[in-house]
């Protein structure tokens, strides 16, 4: 219908007294500007998803890892003798591995590219799982678990921006987001896994070798998908950035103008390349930059210490300390985790559809409520009722967490930064993540001896608390804007950034002050 209505305008211009072809022309091209501008956005290919989700396999192993660890430990500690303090370093050794990849992912992401840098973190993923699985000792199972971390690193670095550099702005906070559903998605698998390995002999053998599986697809997938149009335009390769365009976006009018100016502006960031140490030099002095680093570096202190990795690493532990059997504690981590994965996907539609900040500032005090909760149950005298109350508190909590503070310390950190600052931004973001995870990790075990669940859970939930509050003045939201408009909002650095974000609060409680005085006035007239 729509395609005849355009056929019918383009015969009445045709008919049109007084003009002449050029002029007919321009019309039509008018229109069918007028017609892309009114769409959201410049549409991508079917191909572009496939690309993604081939792009996102490997981070289901970030999540699986999680909760494979976390079943394996009740078998493989008494099998290696290996005692809780030793076991603490195999649960954070792949979050200090990371650590490690993410250092590794900057001039390797530079030189190389996005998609050699993933075939690459697939090869260590399989590597660590292979030395893990057929571990006879300690120190093997150590270095396998630290090997399965470095190319964890490389992921993690790589991936928000690959997916960031190919989509539209429009769309970019949901697709941006898969990164975080895959994980998710990993968590309720790695529980699934467990549960199925719980009766079989060598049971956390078959659970630490279920994790070739996602590598290896994605190691395949890898010689199917694009290389970044960015990066290759960063590289003087216009023309193969052009074809790789071709391949993840319909080929509109707004589509190409959107190519031209990422061009324009990646060229001109080339004839003004700078040195690392320049780089370096204007994070710490230029104080645009300094608050974006800044302000991507808060994000992850926020996300990993309301507890969210370590939990996830002793999640059977902690069932099994409020009173059930092993095989039980196991179990019981399956309706966790798939609430878990389900509590993710409202990301994709809320994220750009009510904004970053918004999100976040409605969504940290509800975990804050949950992370007490889950706290509290472990005073309950009943077994039923401490479980009751533990898992409908981590049910609220991920809900409250996943599509907020859990998905967007990659999320904005993935559209956060400069061309010219991207690789060191998202190298100092997987740095301050896998970092905090570790040491939260690592000293998760020994918070529950010396406080108890109680204490342990109060502290994430204080921490958390003052993370909101440091939000209220200091959140950007970077909805919606292109990856090189997203500066701008930075501009004036941290003090500005803080006195704009304080003048709409005030603004927002006097105009809610004024609605609430006027509603009680009309209710006592």
Known sequence: MESR???KKETQLDELPGLNTTEIQQEQNNQVERKEHNESGPKSTKLLIFFEILASIGSIMMGMDQFVVS?????AQPDLHIDSNLWSWITSGPLFGAIAGSVIAIPHNALFGRRPTFIVSCILYDTGVFMSTFAQSYGVLLAGRLIFGVGKGLEAMTLPIYLAELVPKSHRG????LFQTFQ??????GAVISSIFANVPGTWRYMFGSGFIAPTIQLVGMFFVPESPRWLVQKGRVDAARNSWKRIRQDTMKGRMEFEEMVEKVQEERCNERSFF???KEVICNRRTRAMFIF???????SLWSGSAAVGYYMSDLFKSLGLTDKKSIYMQLPV???NFLSVLPAFYILDRFGRRRVMLTLMPISVLALIMIGLSDLSHSLTTRVVIFVIGFFIYYFSYNPSFGTLAWVVNGELFESHTRNLGMASCA???????AISTYTFSRQIDAYGTIGAFGVFAAIVFVFWLIFLFVFVDTSKLSLEDVKERFEGGMRAIIRRNTREMVAHIRRFGEKWGCGIQSTLS
Do not use: C, K, Q, R
């Open 5 to 7: 209505e355009e056929t």
């Open 296 to 302: 991507g570096g808060l994000l992850p202190f926020a």
């Open 337 to 339: 985790e798939f609430v």
């Open 184 to 189: 998710m998605f990993g968590d309720f698998l």
């Open 174 to 177: 949901g697709h941006l987001n």
């Open 278 to 280: 320049s780089i370096l």
């Open 431 to 437: 740095f301050w993540i896998f970092g905090n995870a």
């Open 71 to 75: 079943g394996a430990s009740l078998y």
